[in-house]
DNA sequence: ATATTGACCAGTT
DNA sequence: TAACTGGCCAATA
């Protein structure tokens, strides 16, 4: 497991996801104050040996994807860790990260002490969040009333 | 010191 | 959420 002072605070971050939530890889870089460091956090998380100390299933990719270079047993595992927690993986080894997906308080964000430019991106990201939820949720609503109206014409 | 690798991402087609 | 491109970053398999 590497050990520097990139990947310390990765598992930092990653350690303030709560059980049942999960963070993408962008959204953990973002809280670096490294907004294009995906990669790299995927590339650390990677070496994370799996005794629980690090909750590194609580990573997804941007889709909600599942690592297929997860552990030993790849998606299977983290399949497998993710369930154990309560969180429903889909048979396209996806989770609904407009159902899962967590996002630091107000106050925790402040511990942080991002710049402003990280702070101003993060407000978009979490912005565009909003929107899609929305956009869900209308849709949801839309397909109740076409309900009724079939029960109710 | 440079090239390569990878549990990634956003934009385009 | 498909396939592909170019970009990104940390560590070097």
């Known amino acids: 497991m590497p050990t520097s002072a990139f990947s310390d605070k990765v598992y930092e ?22 907004p294009r460091a995906a990669r790299a956090v995927g590339w650390t998380l990677h070496w994370v040996v799996d005794d629980g100390r690090i909750p590194c299933q609580r990573v997804v990719n941007r889709y909600g994807g599942l690592a297929a270079g997860y552990g030993w047993g790849g998606q299977e595992t983290h399949r497998a860790d993710l369930e154990a927690e309560g969180i429903e993986v889909r048979p396209d080894m ?9 996002w630091p308080s107000a106050a925790d964000l402040a511990a942080l002490q991002l710049p402003p430019e990280v702070l101003e991106e993060l407000n978009q990201k979490l912005e565009f969040s909003r929107e899609q939820l929305s956009r869900s949720k209308a849709t949801l609503r839309g397909r109740v009333k076409r309900k009724q109206t079939e029960i109710n014409p």
């Open 13 to 34: 971050i990653v350690k303030m996801i709560p059980r049942g939530k999960v963070m993408t890889y962008g959204q953990v870089a973002l809280l670096l104050g490294l």
């Open 94 to 102: 996806t989770v609904d990260l407009e159902r899962y997906q967590w």
